[in-house]
T-cell receptor, first 115, second 110 residues
Framework: EPEVTQTPSHQVTQMGQEVILRCVPI?????FYWYRQILGQKVEFLVS????????KSEIFDDQFSVERPDGSNFTLKIRSTKLEDSAMYFC?????????????FGPGTRLTVT | KQEVTQIPAALSVPEGENLVLNCSFT??????LQWFRQDPGKGLTSLLL?????REQTSGRLNASLDKSSGRSTLYIAASQPGDSATYLC?????????FGSGTKLNVKP
């Protein structure tokens, strides 16, 4: 069964460094998403992406964040200058609107630790 | 903004019990509602998706219902097993993004 994959599974970085989290959505999906989950808190929406542009973003998704689909398979989340509070699990998801359901399929997540 | 609440926050039951997890949401203009399972330190596994036009969905021992007018969804787990122990999340979809509840942490004791 097709699945969303994410790399790396765990990333440790120092405060102020740039990180890029990578995702490979399901191949025939058209909408892509990033969510984050701070330890012990709710899963929070960050951004959705369709047709090579951001379709919606939350107030969390400020200028420090950016997303890109650099080729036909990868979808990346970049954090330019990481802060301690960026430490969280980051989930990528994708969906296939053609089915009319907007059911989202989630990847296993990347645990980001900022020290 | 959609707010999703899950009750109870934690639940411990003996193996074999039938149980109900509750989810409520504030905005009835929900497009669909999805239930997920999350194991500790892991990702989200989709369990059931209910479209706004549907009232329930079933998969094996799981049954999820949706009542948009009252802003409620329930996940019914029949004949619970220790392997069902996990955190169960509900998420309401307003077209293009999900709003998640805090989850119900389920422990099924052998």
């Amino acid at each position: 069964e097709p699945e969303v994959t994410q790399t790396p599974s765990h990333q440790v970085t120092q405060m102020g460094q740039e990180v890029i989290l990578r995702c490979v959505p399901i191949s025939n999906h058209l909408y892509f998403y990033w969510y984050r989950q701070i330890l012990g808190q709710k899963v929070e929406f960050l951004v959705s992406f369709y047709n090579n542009e951001i379709s919606e973003k939350s107030e969390i998704f400020d200028d420090q964040f950016s997303v890109e689909r650099p080729d036909g398979s990868n979808f990346t989340l970049k954090i330019r200058s990481t802060k301690l509070e960026d430490s969280a699990m980051y989930f990528c998801a994708s969906s296939e609107p053609g089915r009319g359901l907007y059911e989202q399929y989630f990847g296993p997540g990347t645990r980001l630790t900022v020290t | 903004k959609q707010e999703v609440t899950q009750i109870p926050a934690a639940l411990s039951v003996p193996e074999g019990e039938n149980l109900v997890l509750n989810c409520s949401f504030t905005d009835s203009a929900i497009y669909n509602l999805q239930w997920f399972r999350q194991d500790p330190g892991k990702g989200l596994t989709s369990l059931l998706l209910i479209q706004s036009s549907q009232r329930e969905q079933t998969s094996g021992r799981l049954n999820a219902s949706l009542d948009k007018s009252s802003g409620r969804s329930t996940l019914y787990i029949a004949a619970s097993q220790p392997g069902d122990s996990a955190t169960y999340l509900c998420a309401g979809n307003n077209f293009n993004k999900f709003y998640f509840g805090s989850g119900t942490k389920l422990n099924v004791k052998p």
